[in-house]
Structure formats: structure tokens, C-alpha cells
């Protein structure tokens, strides 16, 4: 009961100084092409109903159900114009036109991200194999995965699917 009323206390003090009870967004550094310096963003947390009705099936199928697109069936499979590649669920920039290469495989595939910062991995033993998930770092959506047998200089290949990407040209 002490306890209690102590709580009641500090809420009352707290709303009297102008505290606010909201939850502050959790912001995160990531790096801005278009700005060319890190920069400090706010992450995205959309209910499913809010991303249902932000995305196309399919979007919302690969980004926020960690699907994929069926090989060689995506638009960026075979695209080369120069631009960055954002996310189709928030809009960070992840991949430049720079660091794109044919894997063959039926995806886009990337040597590196714009910025470290701007991908999360995950273990992912999903389909009884292990790999690594590449996420959004802002919004969390399901990008695809990275393997360790691309091109030099990385040796990585960033295989995404085309629809949890937007390409952006370059002007």
C-alpha cells in the first residue's frame, strides 16, 4: 500500500513539472546519402493493420512476414540505373546502384549497404538451413539475406527481393 501511494506521488510530481508519460521513439544514427553524414532518426513502429494498409500484398507479405519473392520475378533483378535503393516499408536508404552486381541467382544483389548502420542481421535457421536475415534498421522489415560468396572487394552478397525495395535515381 505504501508503495502505492508513493507511486501516486511521483505520478502527480512528475504531470505537475510537465513530464510527459509518452514513450519517446526510440531514435538511432544512420547514414543519410542524400544528406552525406550520419544522421539520428526516429524508428518505425506500425501496427500490422498499419502496414497492411501502407503496403501491397506482396510488400507486406516479404517485409513484416519475412517472405520471398519467387527468383528472377523481381523488377530490380535486372535493373542498372544509378540511384539508392530505399526501403519500400519507411523510406531508408539501404543499397547504392554502385555496389550492385548480377549474383545470377534471381535477386538483387548488393556487395555492402550504404552504412552498416542502416541493416540489422538476425540468425535466421528457418527451412532447416542457417543464414543471416537482413532487416531495415529502422522499420524491422524483412529485407533478405546475406551470404559470404559475393565479389570482392566484401566478399558479400546482399541478396534482397525487389519488393521490399524502392529505387530512388539519381538526379
Not at 36 to 44: A, F, I, L, N, Q
Request: glycine share 10%.
Amino acid at each position: 500500500m505504501k508503495t502505492t501511494g508513493l507511486l501516486v506521488i511521483m505520478l502527480f510530481a512528475g504531470l505537475s513539472a510537465g513530464i510527459s508519460l509518452a514513450t519517446a521513439a526510440e531514435e538511432i544514427k544512420v547514414y543519410s546519402v542524400e544528406q552525406g553524414r550520419y544522421v539520428m532518426t526516429e524508428k518505425v513502429d506500425k501496427s500490422a493493420a498499419e502496414w497492411r494498409e501502407q503496403l501491397t500484398r506482396e510488400e507486406y507479405h516479404i517485409l513484416r512476414e519475412k517472405g520471398t519473392e519467387p527468383a528472377f520475378t523481381g523488377k530490380y533483378d535486372k535493373h542498372y540505373a544509378k540511384g539508392i535503393y530505399h526501403c519500400a516499408g519507411c523510406g531508408l536508404e539501404l543499397f547504392s546502384s554502385a555496389d550492385k552486381f548480377d549474383s545470377g541467382t534471381g535477386w538483387p544483389s548488393f556487395t555492402a549497404p550504404v552504412a552498416a548502420e542502416n541493416i540489422a542481421t538476425k540468425d535466421d535457421s528457418s527451412f532447416f538451413i542457417s543464414r543471416t536475415e537482413v532487416l531495415c534498421a529502422r522499420c524491422g522489415g524483412h529485407l533478405g539475406h546475406v551470404f559470404n560468396d559475393g565479389p570482392k572487394p566484401t566478399g558479400l552478397r546482399y541478396c534482397m527481393n525487389s519488393a521490399s525495395l524502392e529505387f530512388v535515381a539519381s538526379k
